[in-house]
């Protein structure tokens, strides 16, 4: 009884209440979106607004029952949860119903699982597991490749069921592990490797290969002991691809300059490994690996990107960047979704007063887009009660995250702020036209019980651990 007493009294209340202010405001939202004159009753079973009255109350039965279950659990059966989430992952590839293009539902009855939303706290909680442990080394090779193999292991099932945007979602996790240790040049070189994305989406190849080409120079020529070395090779690279160049051109071959500069490269490489060893200068390898991973990784994602992409997604993603424009087409999504949050104006249109989302305008309005119907109803000033709760929340969970005494329960509140974090960014940004469309849920929000499911889950895991601490 004492322990029973001293579990619900150590409960961060606050949290809890700002959980139940946000499912409520969903649930609102949800019965705003798909009013109908016809099915006016908010208890209308028939309707989602009613379905997801059902899913909340699911919802806050899994949440006491996280709360009732001892603490020891979640450390103890943590990579037996992950091994579970990843066979359910398998089934729904296999077997599951295909929604929307992606082969990630498992029909119980009338009831669909999505999987890849329970994953998520799976994958969180293995990870706390592995990194939590006394002493853990997040720099050695070692634990780099578990910690690879847990994250990408099942965002790579999800790529195959053809649910890219879920997928990303682990991404996120970069934010959980630079808070164990990753050093901050690793968070610039990820940046820089976003920023390269992009470039290889607007450039061509051979425009590509030689910024970065340029770039390795320079870092030699600024941080190398030995310049000279850098403009030899720089000069020889360049003179070997003139010739080479000039040579076919005489022949009469036609090649890609992209080939003819990736083939100098290659020649050059070899050679600066090899003067690097026979002098013993290690900055050498370090720009020749970071040369050939940026390399590999510009020609990947131009080959990923064109070739493999499915085509509503690069013209999605085209359109953001702005190298087409489609608004009657691929951008009538975000078109439709920015004239629905900008006609809310600063105070909106009122509670079950929006025409974008009462006439349809806007796609997927109860779900991915939910946050059209906050920004038309309630203007900028109840989008800013809604954002203003989610940043309240996650800066709550740092807190939390920050005052454990163990390991395990600091590494996994900090999933559940990253996953949180780029949920909330994502969602939002992609129905004002910061972020391409990927189709990922608002938390709390979007209609659906995998989500609320997982997302209550996720949250309760952490408010329990946190009140045993």
Request: proline residues 3%; positive net charge.
């Amino acid at each position: 009884m004492q322990e029973r007493n001293s579990t619900w009294g150590g409960l961060d209340w606050p949290t809890i209440f700002i959980y139940l202010a946000l499912v409520f405001m969903g649930w609102i939202n949800i019965y705003a979106a798909v009013y109908s004159d016809e099915h006016n009753s908010i208890l209308d079973f028939t309707q989602r607004y009613g379905m997801q009255l059902v899913w909340i109350i699911f919802a806050f039965a899994l949440a006491l029952v996280i709360l009732l279950i001892d603490r020891r659990v979640y450390f103890v059966f943590a990579y037996f949860f992950y091994g579970l989430a990843l066979l359910s992952l398998i089934a729904a590839l296999l077997f599951g119903r295909v929604v929307n293009g992606a082969h990630s539902w498992l029909q119980f009855g009338s009831v669909g699982i999505q999987p890849a939303e329970f994953t998520k706290f799976a994958t969180i909680l293995a990870l706390a597991k592995l990194i939590g442990v006394f002493n853990f080394k997040i720099l050695q090779p070692s634990s780099l490749l578990k910690i690879s193999i847990i994250i990408l292991l099942p965002a790579f099932i999800i790529i195959l069921q053809n649910d890219t945007g879920s997928a990303m979602v682990y991404g996120a996790l970069i934010l959980l592990l630079y808070r164990e240790g990753l050093p901050n040049w690793f968070m610039l070189f990820l940046l820089f490797m976003v920023i390269l994305f992009i470039l290889v989406i607007i450039a061509s190849n051979a425009f590509i290969l030689i910024t970065l080409f340029c770039i390795t120079i320079l870092l030699y020529l600024i941080y190398g002991d030995k310049q000279k070395e850098a403009i030899i090779y720089a000069i020889s690279t360049i003179l070997f691809g003139l010739a080479l160049y000039f040579t076919l051109k005489y022949l009469g071959y036609k090649i890609s300059s992209t080939y003819i500069i990736l083939f100098s490269m290659l020649i050059g490489t070899p050679l600066a490994i090899a003067y690097a060893f026979l002098r013993r200068i290690h900055f050498i390898y370090y720009l020749t690996i970071f040369l050939v991973v940026t390399t590999s990784f510009s020609l990947s994602v131009d080959y990923g990107y064109h070739k493999v992409l499915p085509i509503h997604q690069q013209k999605r993603i085209n359109d953001l960047l702005g190298i087409e424009a489609d608004p009657q087409g691929w951008g009538y999504n975000v078109n439709q979704s920015k004239i629905a949050i900008g006609s809310g104006g600063f105070s909106g249109k009122g509670f079950l007063g929006g025409t974008q989302t009462k006439f349809n305008f806007v796609p997927e309005q109860s779900t991915d887009f939910i946050f059209c119907t906050v920004g038309e109803e309630w203007g900028f000033i109840g989008s800013s009660v809604v954002l203003s709760l989610f940043l309240i929340l996650i800066l709550r969970l740092i807190m939390l995250a920050e005052r454990q005494r163990e390991s395990f329960a600091r590494v996994y509140g900090y999933g559940v702020v990253s996953i949180l974090f780029f949920h909330v960014a994502v969602n939002v940004g992609m129905t004002i036209g910061l972020f391409p469309v990927i189709g990922i849920p608002l938390p709390f929000f979007s209609y659906g019980g995998s989500s609320l499911w997982a997302f209550t889950i996720l949250l309760f895991i952490f408010i329990k651990l946190d009140s045993s601490r």
